[in-house]
């Protein structure tokens, strides 16, 4: 009894501390942000105005319309300047400042997204180990969530690094925008500067003192200050979304670019939120994609059974979070092109059915291998589990269901052709293939990949087991009966689709989705509630897996790295020849849009040139490794992730 | 008798041959071009390989691992054009629109199988990185596809609008200012827009419409 109420008073002081941690940090943010809200300065205390003061304060105050809002409020700032093809706004060298300026800000990125992901999943690993009663598996889990950390904290100086040279990138070429756009978030970029110190220190402390703050009520202290850490990061993140935001749909200025003080609205612009979403599950996914990648690394360079067991279980952990945050990411974007739509139509047009279409279709193909791979790593996984050969014989049909979709899938309505090619299909569209180009058979093919993911993913759950709950017969049955259902209705709607018009075929994709996510949801969770206290027909042989599933992993990362290049390109190049769309135009001599082509070669080079660094910071981590992984004797279960069997 | 490393050396010698060929029979070619930017590029760090392959060669007459030696600086050597070479094609076909470096952006992915080939050729050979080259080269592999089927269809680049005129601010003029505004139109007929030709319409309000030079 006066252990549990020990207990809970550690946690208690915990909670307390980490409310004390928070207000401090943030204490700068709530200072600044009521002052900028309100657009007014604080008015000095004592010193009486002089009279040239009071005379302009006599002077009437110039009011606008918000460009987005449609509020008025008093000018504050400048208009947005009107820039020339000179070296005054646009200094160069003898090379595409644009060009320049991607790849800084592209390394900047991934590099950003990378220490802002793995403290996340530190975060929930850590979390696991502290709750878990099991001391083995605790620790394991402690030792993991180190490696996490570990991982990011060289990557975290190289961030750092990144953004110093995209603040002078942006300074020595583009200085006259840069200046608009740091007149107009003046408090947010000092807010941003002050969470990035803050940041920093908590990472390191967070780091330094993990040895020290291993037991106990220190433990949850140690626990509470990732819990303020990824608070911080989460902040960072979406007040650098805040500046692209803008950019991209300006609110809080008038239609001549001047700032009207409330820097709320032109933090909250209109496509704000849905960005922030879309780049926290992009980020998460990409996180877990390159921690995979670095487990793959470490599998394949590792010389004992226990090395390569503890980074096939680190794999699969990274693998399971990248995804699990993967499949709720194309929701996550169509809210977000739902609202460049409702933005600006034209915007939306461009991005889906114009200039920029070939490379969404560059994108379904990424998003079909994605989903394949995920799948292959899955059945790959299968081979360390005995009792999973009853499954084997149902992967070739899988396999048959996934290339389908994928195909499907990856068809585009139609594409750029010469001429010559267009008189030899006879149109714009293919007489046969066309059919398979339109949204209602593409909707049908992706939720059917997914729903066909979920199952794989089933199949693993219960590969080294067999249910021994009384209810498990009705319980297959109605998971048969569930997955039967869905996919007739998926496929159903599909074909439908074809024979309504388009306005009423938009609302089908609800349905879909919502048959897709109620067999995620509902067959993941009844499926682990049969697998309680089921029959084991072997342990997980981690470690056991072949090293094509390892390149699986690395597939996984380098798409997911890819892919947030081609969208980071996508959602930039959108704005075509605006600085900030519709209120700064782009006057230098790059303010064409590029091809798709060079698109994809810089997306390329930029991927490559991040995977060359982020090698040599795996190879600096594993310089320091100070302790080979807690050894698990034979037989006994190696930790699995929370949600797995 | 033709055991990996003679068949290495075989090719070792084709490509050297080829290469030696283009560069004295086609001098103005492409690929002679292509070869003597990535000379150019990477010429001293080719310089010490070949240093090392001659002191594997001739200084360490007694080392057991001679023969061994002097095969992976070949391997080496050759990797190593081959990613110059690749970095040469980037160079010179970087971006067809930037100063100082023209070129036709689709042949980049090109580059990409290079290093692939690059990687995965000297992972087999070189056992102390294999893991890292073939990652490298897996990756590599993984871009060029995907960097290939950006380049397949026909390109299209998007120039910006010409820059607008400044115009009046109507709802800032008076009456008489409009009115005075208009006159021109009135005694010369609506301006006809950049790249547009007035055709007689005698459906138009204006009874002309602009039809658009093609």
């Given at each position: 009894m006066a252990t549990v109420t020990k207990q809970a008073r550690k946690k208690i002081w915990a909670l307390l501390a980490l409310g004390v941690f928070t207000g401090l940090l943030f204490l700068p943010l709530f200072l600044s942000l009521p002052t900028g809200a309100s657009g007014e300065t604080p008015a000095p205390a004592v010193t009486p105005a002089p009279a040239a003061a009071k005379a302009a304060d006599a002077k009437p105050v110039e009011k606008s319309r918000d460009v987005w809002y449609k509020t008025e409020g008093p000018v504050m700032g400048a208009p947005a300047p009107k820039t020339t093809d000179s070296v005054k706004d646009y200094p160069r060298y003898n090379f595409e400042s644009r060009v320049l300026l991607w790849v800084s800000l592209q390394q900047h990125l991934y590099y950003g997204s990378f220490v802002l992901a793995v403290p996340i999943f530190c975060m929930i690993v850590e979390y696991l180990g502290v709750i878990t009663k099991d001391k083995a598996l605790s620790r394991k889990y402690d030792q993991l969530a180190y490696d996490f950390v570990k991982i990011s904290l060289t990557a975290y100086s190289l961030t750092a690094l990144l953004g110093g040279i995209v603040i002078f990138t942006f300074l020595t070429l583009y200085p006259t925008f840069f200046g608009y756009l740091s007149s107009i978030f003046r408090p947010v970029m000092a807010t941003y500067a002050l969470l990035f110190i803050a940041e920093s220190g908590t990472l390191y402390i967070y780091y330094y003192g993990w040895d020290k703050m291993r037991e106990g009520f220190l433990k949850w202290v140690h626990v509470s200050m990732s819990v303020v850490l990824n608070v911080i990061g989460t902040v960072l993140m979406m007040l650098a979304n805040s500046w692209i935001a803008f950019m991209q749909s300006p609110a809080g200025?008038?239609?001549?670019?001047?700032?009207?003080?409330n820097v709320w609205h032109v933090i909250h612009t209109t496509l704000w939120n849905p960005i922030n979403v879309h780049r926290l599950l992009g980020n998460m996914a990409f996180g877990g994609g390159v921690v995979a990648a670095y487990a793959a690394y470490r599998f394949l360079t590792s010389k004992t059974d226990e090395e390569r067991a503890h980074y096939d279980w680190m794999g699969y952990v990274a693998m399971f979070i990248g995804v699990c945050f993967l499949i709720p990411l194309p929701f996550a974007g169509y809210w977000l092109m739902r609202e460049v739509y409702a933005y600006r139509q034209q915007m939306g047009i461009t991005l889906m059915?114009?200039?920029?279409?070939w490379l969404f279709i560059i994108q379904a193909v990424m998003i079909g291998a994605l989903f394949l791979t995920t799948n292959y790593y899955l059945w790959q996984g299968m081979?360390?589990?005995?009792?999973?050969e009853r499954y084997q014989k149902y992967i070739k049909y899988m396999v048959f269901v996934l290339i389908t979709c994928f195909i499907v899938w990856l068809t585009p309505h139609t594409i750029v052709m010469t001429p010559a090619e267009l008189k030899a299909m006879g149109g714009?569209?293919?007489?046969?293939l066309g059919n398979y180009g339109v949204m209602s058979a593409k909707n049908g093919a992706i939720n059917t990949i997914i729903t066909t993911t979920v199952l794989s993913f089933i199949m693993y759950q219960r590969a080294n087991k067999i249910p021994t709950v009384k209810w498990a017969s009705l319980g297959n049955s109605f998971l048969f009966g569930m997955f039967t259902m869905a996919y007739i209705n998926i496929i159903w709607l599909a074909i439908y689709g074809?024979?309504?018009?388009a306005n009423v075929r938009v609302g089908l994709s609800v349905p879909q989705v919502a048959t897709t996510l109620s067999c995620l949801f509902i067959g993941v969770i009844l499926n682990s509630v049969m697998l309680k206290g089921a029959k084991d027909?072997?342990?997980?042989?981690?470690?056991?897996?072949?090293?094509r599933s390892q390149y699986a992993l690395i597939m996984l990362a380098t798409s997911f790295t890819w892919m947030m290049g081609l969208m980071g390109y996508i959602r930039s190049s959108?704005?075509?020849?605006?600085h900030v769309n519709e209120?700064?135009?782009?006057?230098?001599?790059?303010a064409f849009t590029h091809t798709i082509g060079f698109g994809a070669n810089m997306i390329s080079f930029n991927v490559l040139f991040f995977w060359v660094t982020i090698l040599f910071v795996f190879w600096l981590g594993s310089l320091g490794i100070k302790k080979a992984p807690v050894a698990v004797p034979a037989g006994q279960k190696v930790p699995l992730p929370a949600s797995s069997h | 008798m033709l055991t990996a490393k003679v068949l290495g050396a075989i090719t070792a010698l084709l490509i050297i041959a080829t290469g030696g060929t283009l560069l004295f029979m086609?001098?103005?070619s492409g690929a002679s071009q292509l070869m003597r930017r990535a000379f150019h590029i990477g010429w001293p760090g080719g310089l010490l390989i070949l240093g090392l392959l001659l002191y594997f060669q001739f200084?360490?007459?007694?080392?057991?691992n001679r023969s061994d030696l002097v095969f992976k600086s070949l391997v080496g050597l050759l990797g190593y054009s081959m990613f110059f070479i690749a970095v040469a094609n980037y160079a010179m076909?970087?971006?067809?629109?930037?100063l100082g470096a023209p070129g036709e952006?689709?042949?980049?992915p090109v580059s990409l199988v290079m290093f692939t080939v690059a990687c995965f050729m000297m992972a087999m050979y070189f056992s102390g990185v294999r893991v890292l080259l073939q990652i490298g080269g897996f990756m590599f592999f993984v871009a060029a596809c995907l960097a290939g089927f950006g380049n397949w269809l026909p390109q299209v680049k998007a120039d910006p609008p010409p820059l607008e005129e400044k115009t009046e601010d109507v709802s800032k003029m008076s009456v008489s200012e409009m009115a005075m505004s208009s006159l021109p139109w009135l005694s010369e007929g609506i301006p006809k827009r950049e790249g547009a030709e007035l055709v007689w319409n005698p459906h138009a309000r204006g009874r002309t419409t602009e039809r658009p030079c093609l």
């Open positions: 200025v008038d239609a001549e670019g001047r700032y009207l003080g059915g114009g200039l920029l279409a081979e360390r589990m005995r009792g999973a714009q569209q293919h007489p046969v074809y024979y309504i018009p027909t072997g342990p997980i042989a981690w470690g056991q897996i072949s090293v959108v704005r075509l020849f605006w209120i700064m135009r782009d006057n230098s001599p790059w | 086609l001098p103005e200084g360490r007459k007694d080392d057991p076909n970087f971006n067809d629109e930037s952006p689709r042949f980049l």
